[in-house]
């Protein structure tokens, strides 16, 4: 069975400083991974998905996100948090078995960024 | 395109009565999906189709029913309300069900079940 676990509920950095969001998978299969993220009241919006196509994904808005087989992780980063980065973000992992379509959440880690 | 749309925004219900959430999307999606987010839960499947006269269960399926009629649409209805059915629901869409398939969420419709 496939799993995801967000090793961290809450992240507050200050603006200017690196992000990192930490991911754990668990899958038998090799694994369809993706970051969503959730601003205030607002619906989701990808910011990056694996594929297998290549172990460091760039994805919208200067994040990235390295698949590490070894350690079974696919942590966000960013090299500089800006204010508009505060939300909730989402490691999500595509199921297999049944309809690939679905989706496992992990759930969630919210960053907050000081001025 | 509007993307996936959801309807209402906001709800209140009595315990007991019954109410229908709309979801469609105008992207010629096969694979439609409901999800319920809880705090500190993440989002959970609750039903989803792989196309119209398709559907199937997801993980918490109790309390809800589902119908696809159409490509375009797929509304999900709460027969009997419970409180346990308050939430933030989101209606999701791709274009098929395959593994590397972005889906496309909506705005949410968050429900108040007293």
């Known amino acids: 069975a496939q799993s995801v676990t967000q090793l961290d509920s809450h992240v507050s950095v200050s603006e200017g400083t690196p992000v990192l969001l930490r991911c754990n998978y668990s899958?038998?299969?090799?694994?369809?991974l993706f970051w969503y993220v959730q601003h205030p009241n607002k619906g989701l919006q990808l910011l990056l998905k694996y594929t297998s196509a290549a172990t460091l994904v760039k994805g919208i808005n200067g994040f990235e996100a390295e698949f590490k087989k070894s350690e079974t992780s696919f942590h966000l980063t960013k090299p500089s948090a800006h204010m508009s980065d505060a939300a909730e973000y989402f490691c999500?992992?595509?199921?297999?078995?049944?309809?690939?379509?679905?989706?496992?959440f992990g759930k969630g880690t919210k960053l907050s960024v000081k001025p | 395109n509007a993307g996936v749309t959801q309807t209402p925004k906001f709800q209140v219900l009595k315990t007991g009565q019954s109410m229908t959430l709309q979801c469609a999307q105008d992207m010629n999606h096969e694979y439609m999906s409901w999800y319920r987010q809880d705090p500190g839960m993440g989002l959970r499947l609750i039903h989803y189709s792989v196309g119209a006269g398709i559907t199937d269960q997801g993980e918490v399926p109790n309390g809800y029913n589902v119908s696809r009629s159409t490509t375009e649409d797929f509304p999900l209805r709460l027969l009997s309300a419970a409180p346990s059915q308050t939430s933030v629901y989101f209606c999701?869409?791709?274009?098929?069900?395959?593994?590397?398939?972005?889906?496309?969420f909506g705005p949410g419709t968050r429900l108040l079940v007293l």
């Open positions: 999500v992992v595509r199921r297999y078995g049944g309809s690939q379509g679905n989706l496992i």
């Open positions: 899958s038998s299969y090799s694994p369809s």
């Open positions: 999701a869409s791709s274009s098929s069900g395959g593994a590397v398939e972005t889906q496309y």
